[in-house]
């Protein structure tokens, strides 16, 4: 094996589960300026999912031709489909609880995603993705703003705001795990477009009355194409090649970007206070960040020397 070209091939993939989260974060900040201007929920998940569906289908008209059976094409649906009720669930418990709450649940995805591949590979994993974990989950605590709810005493809780978290939290960490199992060899391009495909399908019920309003639909077209761009494309397509040569678990660890990435966005964006433990825990997660790749990074360094 060459193990020069595998250590470069995983090292792409670790930055492009960086690029997934970062785009993500991003994506949020521009989907909350669009809902300002008065556009429903639905309406700008469908918009949105018009959008990621021509890009991709015009990507995929130049990509090499995959080599998929019936099967596969509804198992990329549906995993396309659990994507979009992960991001339709988060959207409807953000309006039920407040964006710290909604997102320090919703970010419990990175350990159920390490759950899950412990349980499908039936191997414990390592004590430093353990570690990189427990530093998420802390850091998300601090990032999310919900450690300052807490001694502010603004914190409240919404028990059908919090199902909508977890919802999303377990169906995002579903997509992120059965992203690497499910056709892995094909080009992403084809695999991405079935699943925003699948994703458009999952919209229609939700937000298909927006084609009856023409107007509207023609006002949403700009953001939707951002947003396409943000939260389906650049970021499904990230996952997908991160997900062919990295554990689900490695991934939903550098995806945990998107936190740092929205915190960033909203200071950018909103002028958002930022304070001193929303800044501890972004630290947290980039150094849980670092310790992923640094770790993965010193393997293949070693695998490269060989024996002494």
């Given at each position: ?292 790749e640094g770790g993965d990074a010193l393997k293949l360094k070693q695998l490269n020397k060989g024996p002494a």
């Open positions: 094996m060459d193990t020069k070209n595998n250590g470069t091939g995983k090292l792409l993939s670790g930055a492009m589960g960086l690029a997934a989260g970062i785009s993500f974060g991003f994506g949020g900040a521009v989907s909350s300026l669009i809902g300002a201007q008065g556009f429903t929920v639905m309406h700008i998940v469908m918009a949105q999912f018009i959008c990621a569906v021509v890009i991709m289908g015009v990507l995929t008209i130049f990509s090499k031709r995959p080599k998929f059976s019936a099967k596969t094409i509804a198992k990329l649906a549906v995993l396309g489909a659990v994507s979009t009720i992960s991001s339709i669930t988060y959207y409807l418990a953000i309006n039920l609880l407040s964006v710290g709450s909604a997102v320090a649940i919703q970010f419990q995805y990175v350990w159920m995603t390490v759950v899950i591949q412990a349980i499908a590979e039936r191997k414990a994993p390592s004590k430093l993705v353990i570690a990189a974990v427990f530093m998420v989950i802390v850091g998300t605590l601090f990032a999310s703003g919900l450690a300052d709810e807490f001694l502010s005493g603004a914190f409240t809780a919404n028990a059908l705001g919090l199902v909508f978290a977890l919802i999303c939290a377990v169906f995002y960490a579903l997509f992120i795990f059965f992203n690497g199992r499910i056709a892995p060899d094909e080009p992403a391009a084809p695999r991405t477009f079935v699943m925003v495909s699948g994703g458009f399908i999952v919209a229609l019920f939700v937000g298909g009355d927006l084609f009856l309003n023409p107007s509207e639909l023609v006002a949403l077209l700009p953001g939707g194409l951002v947003l396409g761009l943000m939260m389906s494309v650049i970021p499904v397509l990230c996952i997908v090649g991160a997900s062919s040569r990295l554990p689900g678990g490695i991934v939903a660890i550098l995806t945990s970007t998107e936190l740092p990435a929205a915190v960033l966005a909203g200071a950018l964006i909103f002028g958002d206070a930022v304070t001193p433990l929303v800044v501890i825990g972004v630290v947290l997660i980039l150094v849980s960040v670092a310790l992923v």
